[in-house]
């Protein structure tokens, strides 16, 4: 792959990975008057501006692994494989902001976010398969959704 056609792969990646991180954000209020503040919240829970910040840093992370891996060449199964499953993890993250956000329901979106963690570590195990730095790239999203879930439940517990 020329290194025009890899520069152009790995901004596209990014592009893909912030753009479809951002849907989350149609369904994400969480300002004065919302329902996010009325909740009761654990003493664990970071203030709302940290949000926006790591999750920015995790989709360019999510963005450069899937470059990592792509850049092996379609006709890879197993880049097939985990380009598919990356979307369909992708499609998890997203629909967690819809059940926690818009429909207003933790204990649904706490369930989700379980299903959203395996769909990640399976996402792992293959990306480790064609590039173990892909998969590396993405352990801080796997801790942060960890830490999500946690926080996820406490929320549901206390509310």
Same mark, same amino acid.
């Given at each position: 792959?020329?290194?025009?056609?890899?520069?152009?792969?790995?901004?596209?990646?990014?592009?893909?990975?912030?753009?479809?991180?951002?849907?989350?954000? @149609? #369904?994400? !209020?969480? =300002?004065?008057?919302?329902?996010?503040?009325?909740?009761?919240?654990?003493?664990? /829970? +970071?203030?709302?501006?940290?949000?926006?910040?790591?999750?920015?840093?995790?989709?360019?992370?999510?963005?450069?692994?899937?470059?990592?891996?792509?850049?092996?060449?379609?006709?890879?199964?197993?880049?097939?494989?985990?380009?598919?499953? @990356? #979307?369909? !993890?992708? =499609?998890?993250?997203?629909?967690?902001?819809?059940?926690?956000?818009?429909?207003? /329901? +933790?204990?649904?979106?706490?369930?989700?976010?379980?299903?959203?963690?395996?769909?990640?570590?399976?996402?792992?195990?293959?990306?480790?398969?064609?590039?173990?730095?892909?998969?590396?790239?993405?352990?801080?999203?796997?801790?942060?959704?960890? #830490?999500?879930?946690?926080?996820?439940?406490?929320?549901?517990?206390?509310?």
């Amino acid at each position: 792959m020329t290194k025009i056609k890899n520069g152009l792969l790995l901004i596209s990646s990014i592009v893909v990975s912030v753009g479809l991180g951002s849907l989350g954000t @149609f #369904f994400t !209020q969480t =300002g004065p008057g919302s329902w996010y503040e009325t909740l009761v919240k654990p003493s664990f /829970n +970071p203030p709302n501006w940290i949000f926006g910040p790591v999750w920015t840093l995790l989709f360019i992370l999510m963005g450069i692994s899937l470059y990592l891996v792509w850049r092996h060449g379609w006709k890879n199964i197993l880049v097939k494989k985990g380009v598919i499953m @990356f #979307f369909i !993890q992708f =499609g998890f993250n997203i629909v967690w902001s819809y059940f926690f956000f818009t429909l207003q /329901n +933790p204990r649904l979106a706490f369930l989700e976010i379980i299903a959203l963690w395996l769909a990640i570590a399976a996402l792992m195990i293959n990306f480790y398969r064609v590039d173990k730095r892909a998969a590396c790239l993405l352990w801080p999203y796997l801790a942060w959704v960890t #830490f999500a879930a946690f926080l996820n439940y406490a929320i549901w517990q206390l509310n």
